[in-house]
């Protein structure tokens, strides 16, 4: 410990070097459930390229393991401590670097905000998509590393989809460049990609190129209540087939539109089952969402409500980003599933986690970022109690079943980090664990950098 600690103040400046043991508890993990965390040896805070690279060295010297950690607000378990470990917190490496309006790319290192990126880039009218639900905490380097989503994928992707390139320090301290920032480029394989959802088991991401859009008109949002999940999928599936591109498809189950209005008194109709949210960002917003509407109709929609304006589209979308805290309200502790189905399974998807809540005696929200599969069950428990506690343990895992045997996948945007890494095996096979693994051994033969997540 001793020597460890020496070796990191030989190129790192003290105030970037955390050995109170109070202080680096506070960095042992993110926010999953059911996800063991050890204790760090030490905490370091670079803001160098060059500094990240020192404590690559020295990991590799002393054989020390290196966890690396964006703000840690990922669900997965992917960033948790393990015991003797250097976490490495990129959060100080939180410049941005360049904003191009011409090759339309931005340059900015790994502890940069997510929502101060798309501010930024706002101002040159320009518009950086991938927004996950934490996006005022959350990290570029956290979404790369977890290839996270957010409410706009089913128009615009995720995160994998805007990084052209990266700068990666690898485990023992080499420093790795892949992609472009070119508008095309197929030279060699693609490592980038590889970098983006692997949680940091690669290297360490210490710089990004993005791509960046032009700026989307102001959209507008309707809402569409159902009788049940079914009619509001078919109204989605309906959609979709149309050839109409939503900026937004979002359902709500009624478990948690009663917890969002039991939080926020909004004033959602209680009576319905499932609440739908279609958004366009289109030249023409009220065209297409009168020509949604009329599809949410035909498939059986009790009422349709279109906003007339960006403050009453605000008012409809503030329901949909409550919807985690709201639930969170319902027991002492929550586990937030995030399983993707093709759309045709989503009906099947939905009613299959009620009849699972049913059976396990448990309160589970459902919402979905409906337009592209992704849903996320929320399991609300009493984390004092064992049994609840197991009860929710079984549910989850039961819903990931369910999604495979639909033909998904047991991650869409939150990662594999401990919480799935069982899961993770099953739904890729014998074959293919094998080939990931021999990939990782070629990246970091010494098995340092996060050891445990994935596989």
């Excluded at 990004?208 to 009619?231: C, G, I, K, N, T």
Aim: charged share 20%; glycine share 10%; proline share 5%.
């Amino acid at each position: 410990m001793r020597e460890l600690i020496e070796r990191l103040h030989e190129g790192l400046p003290g105030e970037a070097v955390l050995t109170d043991r109070d202080v680096t508890a506070s960095y042992a993990h993110d926010m999953a459930s059911f996800s063991e965390a050890g204790t760090p040896a030490v905490v370091v805070l670079p803001r160098t390229v060059e500094q990240v690279q020192h404590v690559m060295r020295t990991a590799t010297a002393l054989r020390v393991p290196v966890v690396p950690q964006g703000a840690r607000t990922g669900l997965s378990g992917a960033a948790n401590a393990s015991d003797g470990c250097i976490v490495l917190s990129l959060v100080k490496m939180d410049r941005i670097l360049e904003i191009d309006p011409v090759d339309r790319v931005a340059v900015v290192e790994p502890g940069v905000v997510n929502a101060v990126l798309s501010r930024a880039v706002a101002e040159q009218g320009l518009y950086y998509p991938p927004d996950p639900s934490s996006w005022e905490q959350c990290t570029i380097g956290g979404n790369i590393g977890t290839g996270a989503g957010g409410l706009c994928c089913v128009k615009y992707g995720v995160t994998a989809e805007y990084v052209l390139g990266l700068e990666v320090v690898l485990a023992d301290g080499r420093l790795l460049n892949t992609g472009r920032r070119t508008a095309k480029g197929v030279a060699g394989y693609d490592l980038t990609r590889l970098f983006v959802g692997a949680e940091g088991t690669l290297g360490i991401v210490v710089r990004a190129v993005l791509a960046l859009r032009p700026a989307p008109p102001r959209q507008l949002v309707l809402a569409a209540e159902f009788p049940s999940a079914a009619a509001a999928c078919a109204a989605v599936c309906e959609i979709m087939a149309r050839g109409h591109a939503p900026s937004l498809l979002e359902l709500m189950d009624t478990t948690t539109i009663r917890a969002v209005n039991d939080l926020a008194h909004m004033g959602l109709p209680e009576t319905t089952e499932a609440l739908l949210l279609a958004a366009f960002d289109t030249p023409d917003p009220a065209a297409d969402l009168a020509a949604v509407g009329e599809l949410c109709t035909a498939a059986g929609a009790t009422q349709v409500v279109p906003a007339e304006d960006a403050a009453e589209s605000e008012l409809l979308l503030q329901a949909r980003r409550l919807a985690l805290v709201a639930l969170e309200r319902v027991g002492t502790a929550t586990m937030i599933d995030d399983v993707c189905v093709p759309r045709t399974k989503l009906a099947p998807m939905i009613e299959g986690v009620a009849a699972i809540a049913q059976k396990y005696e448990l309160t589970i929200g459902l919402c979905a970022h409906a337009g592209d599969g992704n849903t996320h069950p929320i399991v609300c428990f009493d984390g004092a109690d064992a049994d609840e506690s197991a009860r929710a343990r079984e549910s989850f895992d039961e819903i990931m079943a369910l999604g495979l045997s639909l033909g998904g996948t047991i991650t869409g945007e939150h990662g594999v980090g401990l919480l799935k890494k069982d899961w993770l095996a099953r739904e890729l096979g014998p074959v293919g664990v094998e080939l990931q693994r021999g990939v990782r051994q070629v990246f970091d033969p010494l098995g340092l950098l996060n050891p445990g997540k994935l596989f």
